[in-house]
């Protein structure tokens, strides 16, 4: 074997290598591998008690009631109102025979407050004698508009009023 190819035999060995071994190093890197989230304590054991004399945990805070809340359902019997406040506005929570309707307290016509008349089953305002049913609608008198309608959210037992 003369020098010439031998040398050149020896290059192209090195060569031949150094591309081996660039592309057995970048064949082993998964590009996923750096992008997978880790779940947290995966394949640990749970998470040790707290030390002691440290506060105990809180509980998480409770969630948001939905409106304001006007009473309990046994508080709002069939054909029985109660008064609540929304916002400053007194409210006419009434249950219609098992639906419960939200209605302002407040006449359309001149302002005064009005009442729930149960052996009626209207409300009515002492000032004109205006009268409204359950769902604020005119029934008589002079009020020129119905009662505002408000949302009634019912959670567990309790009776909430919502903005409608
Ligand atoms: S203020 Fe209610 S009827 Fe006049």
Redesign the pocket.
């Known amino acids: 074997m003369s020098q010439l190819p031998r040398r050149r035999f020896i290059q192209r060995s090195i060569l031949l290598l150094g591309s081996a071994s660039t592309t057995a190093c970048t064949s082993t890197q998964n590009p996923d591998d750096s992008v997978v989230p880790r779940k947290p304590n995966a394949g640990s054991s749970p998470s040790p008690s707290p030390p002691e004399g440290s506060p105990p945990k809180q509980a998480p805070p409770l969630a948001e009631p939905p409106g304001v809340l006007v009473g309990n359902l046994e508080q709002l019997a069939p054909g029985s109102a109660r008064v609540a406040s929304y916002k400053g506005l007194p409210l006419i929570v009434i249950n219609d025979g098992g639906q419960l309707r939200a209605v302002s307290g407040i006449?359309?016509?001149?302002?005064?407050e009005?009442e729930w008349r149960a052996e009626l089953g209207i409300i009515q305002?002492p000032?004109?004698?205006?009268r409204f049913d359950t769902r604020g609608k005119v029934l008589s008198?002079?009020?020129p508009a119905p009662l505002l309608q408000f949302g009634v959210v019912v959670e567990g037992e309790q009776v909430y009023i919502v903005n409608s």
């Open positions: 006449c359309t016509h001149e302002n005064c009005v305002c000032c004109h004698d205006g008198g002079p009020p």
